[in-house]
């Protein structure tokens, strides 16, 4: 399995243009994460999903912040519009429901610049 | 009560030594405690776990010491490397872990030096 894909890697965008993040999760997880990390906050957990639907979106900071997952190996975070505060890496993490805990598997992230 | 707290927020090991990295936590429901290690440009990478049900947890080199009293974890690195430079994040969460939301630590920035 090739573990959890996002991209783009990196993204630079304007202040005030929409911007899309996206997430492929290890087939067969049923849980995905998205994460937010920066040196001021570390990781911030935004929403999490279980088979498909959101369970937790207490975390997306603002309503500019949206996220779906239309089937099981799609998600998208969406940020519009964004603002230059957005910057930062964001992670997309999947996990699994079983007799042993494997944890979190984690992308490599989406690096975002909101100038 | 959500915070998991990280400490030191950076520390410089050399070769063959040490490293030990303290996390507090308040929420008593919490009953998964991962910690994960990061490499610059990649996501956090699960390194070892532990349950309140014991107070160590031993996995070659890595040794998580769990107090469960006083609301305590902590990773001891022995016989530190210099490919072991990275972020180390301490977790927690209830419920099982692998499945349900996990709060980080703010991290801790492990330089060892050859």
């Known amino acids: 399995d090739a573990g959890v894909i996002q991209s783009p890697r990196h993204e630079v965008t304007e202040m005030g243009q929409e911007v899309t993040l996206r997430c492929k999760p290890i087939?067969?997880?049923?849980?995905l994460f998205w994460y937010r990390q920066t040196m001021m906050r570390g990781l911030e957990l935004l929403i999490y999903?279980?088979?498909?639907?959101?369970?937790?979106d207490s975390g997306m900071p603002e309503d500019r912040f949206s996220a779906k997952m239309p089937n099981a190996s799609f998600s998208t975070l969406k940020i519009q519009p964004s603002e230059p505060r957005d910057s930062a890496v964001y992670f997309c993490?999947?996990?699994?429901?079983?007799?042993?805990?494997?944890?979190?598997?984690f992308g490599s992230g989406t690096r975002l610049t909101v100038v | 009560q959500q915070q998991v707290k990280q400490s030191p927020q950076s520390l410089i090991v050399q070769k063959g030594g040490i490293s030990i990295i303290n996390c507090a936590y308040e929420n008593t429901a919490f009953d998964y405690f991962p910690w994960y290690q990061q490499f610059p440009g990649k996501g956090p990478a699960l390194l070892i776990a532990i349950r309140p049900d014991v107070s160590e947890k031993k996995e070659g080199r890595f040794t998580i010491s769990f107090n469960k009293s006083a609301k305590q974890f902590s990773l001891h690195i022995m016989d530190s490397q210099p490919g072991d430079s990275a972020t180390y994040f301490c977790?927690?969460?209830?419920?099982?872990?692998?499945?349900?939301?996990?709060?980080f630590g703010t991290g801790t920035l492990l330089a060892v030096q050859p």
């Open positions: 993490a999947s996990s699994f429901t079983g007799p042993v805990n494997y944890g979190y598997t």
């Open positions: 087939s067969g997880h049923d849980y």
């Open positions: 977790a927690a969460s209830r419920g099982g872990g692998a499945t349900n939301k996990l709060i």
């Open positions: 999903f279980n088979n498909n639907v959101p369970i937790d």
